[in-house]
């Protein structure tokens, strides 16, 4: 079955500890996306990669890390999370930066994150 | 600054009837205009798209119209169903915005049997 899976789906954290959120998708697609659900502002942005070992910021990257060494994987880091970061939290991927454009994205299920 | 705006939090529409979720846009340079649809505890499914050269698209019982001179996008569902209540957000891409996604808050669309 073609899928973005994220993990974990929900995880409560403390401020400063180091966390890693993953997304895999099986579908050989170029481009990848984390996006930020807040209540009112809809998603946002956070990084994402037209392929291998290519990524670059969204509008919102302060705080976040992400690294693209395999097709299939783009892991979201949070080296030092802080309350502001408690968020539900999307990975998305796309045949291509085009497709994503104009087109379609295909959403992991989210996770949800609280930092305390 | 918003530059995709969905006004409307919440819509409740009577099953059979047509639901129309509005959105407004203050970028004149975007070329995409895209649906997406928004399930409780999944992540949001493309619906349909528009390009800016268009003014119209249908797909089914979904058609989004463009209004370029008063930047604002509809989406139209006829009938509406039950299957339909879902969050719905409005995005945009444009090459200001990298041909990113530019996305609206949201409309929770709420059909009533």
């Known amino acids: 079955e073609a899928q973005v899976t994220q993990n974990p789906r929900y995880l409560i954290t403390v401020t400063g500890k180091k966390l890693t959120v993953t997304c895999s998708q099986n579908?050989?697609?170029?481009?990848m996306s984390w996006y930020r659900q807040d209540p009112g502002l809809g998603l946002r942005q956070i990084y994402y990669s037209m392929n291998v070992e290519v990524t670059d910021k969204g509008d919102v990257p302060e705080g976040y890390k992400v690294s693209r060494k395999e097709k299939r994987n783009f892991p979201l880091i949070l080296e030092s999370p802080s309350p502001n970061q408690t968020s539900l939290y999307f990975c998305a991927s796309s045949l291509s930066w085009q497709k994503a454009s104009t087109d379609t994205q295909y959403f992991g299920p989210g996770t949800r994150l609280t930092v305390l | 600054d918003q530059q995709v705006k969905q006004n409307s939090p919440s819509l409740s529409v009577q099953e059979g009837r047509i639901s129309i979720l509005n959105c407004d846009y203050t970028?004149?340079?975007?070329?995409?205009f895209l649906w997406y649809k928004k399930y409780p505890a999944e992540g949001p499914t493309f619906l349909i798209s528009i390009s800016s050269i268009k003014d119209k698209n249908e797909d089914g019982r979904f058609t989004v119209f463009l209004n370029k001179s008063a930047k604002h996008l509809s989406l139209h569902i006829v009938p509406s169903q039950p299957g339909d209540s879902a969050v719905y957000f409005c995005a945009a891409s444009g090459k200001d915005s990298n041909y990113q996604l530019i996305w609206g808050a949201g409309t929770k669309l709420i059909i009533k049997p």
């Open positions: 970028n004149s340079m975007f070329d995409y």
């Open positions: 579908m050989n697609h170029e481009y």
